[in-house]
């Protein structure tokens, strides 16, 4: 037990940081198209981080199959999202942006 | 207070800095913003269902990561073909 605990706190931890180190791209970065990359990558390793944080608790129960879900949504829907982004950040650029 | 609602308001906080890029910056920066705005919201609702033991509330999550989604594909085709 002791052992689950502290395992889920360093992954909570490492998700957050990771979060966190996304979160200042995002505000760091020059271009658009580079904080686009940050948002890409705040939905792989920190969601899976905080995913395995709550499967240690949860194990396979029903909440353990919708964080799945949840975190499963998300990493297989954004790069849809941040596909349409980059075209949209590329017209506008094209234009002259605004 | 468990882990995961200290992990919960860590996350809340992070999102703070996105409100004033989307406020400030460009509105395709803003949408940069929303968008990992959404991941975060998400991964918020997350924890918070585990840290308040409340199983009903994975779906809030589910639905908040198919919403933010969907929503980002709305702002994203209107900044394309109007600003």
Redesign the interface.
């Known amino acids: 037990m002791a052992v689950t605990?502290v395992a889920?706190?360093v992954l909570?931890?490492v998700?957050?940081a990771l979060?966190?180190a996304?979160?200042a791209g995002?505000?760091i970065m020059p271009t658009?198209f580079d904080?686009?990359h940050?948002?890409g990558a705040?939905?792989t390793v920190?969601?899976f981080c905080?995913?395995a944080?709550?499967l240690c608790?949860?194990h396979l129960?029903?909440?353990g199959i919708?964080?799945i879900?949840?975190?499963g949504?998300?990493f297989f829907?954004?790069p849809?999202?941040?596909t349409?982004?980059a075209?949209?950040?590329q017209?506008?650029e094209r234009r002259g942006?605004? | 207070m468990n882990?995961?609602v200290?992990?919960a308001t860590?996350?809340v906080v992070?999102i703070l800095?996105?409100l004033a890029?989307a406020a400030l910056r460009?509105?395709?920066?803003g949408?940069?913003?929303l968008?990992?705005g959404g991941?975060?919201l998400?991964?918020t609702?997350?924890?918070l269902?585990?840290g308040f033991h409340r199983?009903f509330e994975?779906?809030v999550?589910?639905m908040?990561?198919?919403l933010s989604?969907i929503s980002?594909?709305v702002f994203?085709?209107f900044?394309?073909?109007w600003?």
Do not use: H, Q
């Open positions: 605990n889920v706190d909570l931890a998700g957050v979060e966190a996304c979160v995002v505000l658009t904080r686009l940050y948002v705040a939905t920190p969601a905080i995913l944080a709550v608790r949860e129960s029903s909440g919708e964080a879900a949840a975190v949504l998300v829907l954004f849809v999202l941040l349409a982004t075209r949209a950040i017209k506008t942006g605004s | 882990a995961f200290w992990a860590g996350l992070l800095p996105l890029v460009r509105p395709i920066d949408l940069v913003a968008e990992l991941v975060l998400t991964l609702l997350l924890c269902a585990e199983s994975y779906a999550a589910i908040a990561g198919v989604t980002g594909l994203a085709r900044l394309g073909r600003l």
